[in-house]
């Protein structure tokens, strides 16, 4: 990561803050939080919430049971890792996100707080029946597996994706298994690898409007690589449900989110969620502006109607939030007319 390279490493035994960079268990070096510290740079403040984005504190005895089963198999949740403010409701319900391949990502968006570094190569041998026993402990009916981008490996980490998805269907025959993954760098080969693995849902998350995808991404990433990749998964198997999802508030237009979906929507995608962005650290892309309720379900009716069998939109909507009620048709359950404005 040459981005990276002047920047020094914490000493061994210190926590790491944001931006800095550390050396993991497995021996490589990462940046806390993904980007570099912009401090000098006299990064902005964030202003303050609305009172629609407040989010329960995770407490509660389903929220420490999940969090005990996550440490105990050595496994990395999307929910902790990037730091989402549905987590208590998630964990408490019984429902995870299970991130796969490790907690450093070779990327560097400017919006997520994964670590960053490159981790060689390293994977977790474990890892495939370490997810197949956590799923069957907590008894999940749904799972979302995503992971960190793996540039540092052939296959983007596809086979080992597989292999994990495999060994939940092996165990958990019953459970709809949704796949939120990388663009494995545009490869359609290793898409279908995943994409053959068993899955009721394949996701890749095109995350912003055209204009904006760089510098909202990574330079690897790419709007019209992620729409190739939703596209050929949906090509590849019949029957395939795929999803995708953006975050607003980083400046776009409403006719760029329609425009947007309409991309989305001629790739083939079925289901779309919408959320608010919420800047992790002062390090990345501040908030330009904060979405209203009312926003979110004037998107929700433009996406509908061009054609999608969904769109969960809401301010606390994530892509994976509440996934196994997105057909249920209904906004996944959500209310944005009983927030507060």
Not at 19 to 25: A, D, H, R, V
Not at 256 to 273: K, S
Request: charged share 25%.
């Amino acid at each position: 990561m040459p981005q990276f390279k002047d920047i020094p490493l914490v000493t061994e035994g210190a926590r790491a803050r944001s931006g800095e960079k550390y050396l993991t268990p497995q021996g490589f070096t990462a940046i806390r939080d993904g980007v570099k510290s912009r401090s000098e740079h006299g990064a902005t403040q964030t202003p303050r919430k609305p009172p629609w984005l407040k989010a329960r504190a995770p407490t509660g005895a389903g929220f420490q049971s999940v969090r005990a089963l996550v440490k105990e198999h050595s496994l990395a949740t999307v929910c902790e890792e990037a730091k989402c403010p549905n987590i208590g409701e998630c964990w408490n319900a019984g429902t995870a996100t299970i991130m796969l391949m490790g907690a450093v990502c070779t990327r560097a968006c400017r919006f997520c707080s994964v670590d960053t570094g490159n981790p060689h190569g390293w994977l977790d041998a474990d890892e495939p029946q370490n997810a197949a026993r956590t799923v069957e402990l907590m008894k999940l009916r749904y799972v979302v597996l995503t992971s960190v981008d793996r540039d540092d490996l052939s296959d983007g980490g596809a086979a080992h994706y597989a292999a994990c998805v495999r060994a939940i269907k092996r165990r958990n025959p019953h459970t709809a298994v949704e796949a939120l993954t990388p663009d494995f760098q545009g490869v359609l080969a290793d898409v279908a690898t995943v994409v053959d693995s068993g899955i009721e849902v394949f996701a890749q998350n095109i995350e912003t409007v055209r204009r904006l995808t760089h510098p909202v991404r990574d330079p690897r990433a790419g709007y019209e690589q992620t729409l190739a990749v939703l596209a050929h998964a949906r090509q590849h198997r019949a029957g395939l449900l795929t999803k995708s999802s953006l975050m607003l508030g980083l400046g776009e237009t409403d006719a760029e989110i329609t425009a947007t979906l309409a991309d989305l929507r001629a790739a083939g995608v079925d289901l779309v969620t919408l959320g608010q962005y919420l800047r992790p650290t002062l390090n990345h892309l501040p908030v330009e502006r904060f979405v209203t309720p009312q926003e979110f379900d004037q998107y929700r009716e433009a996406a509908l109607a061009l054609g999608f069998l969904e769109c969960v939109s809401g301010p606390l909507v994530r892509s994976s939030y509440r996934a196994e009620q997105a057909l249920n048709r209904n906004n996944a359950g959500l209310d944005n007319r009983g927030l507060a404005t």
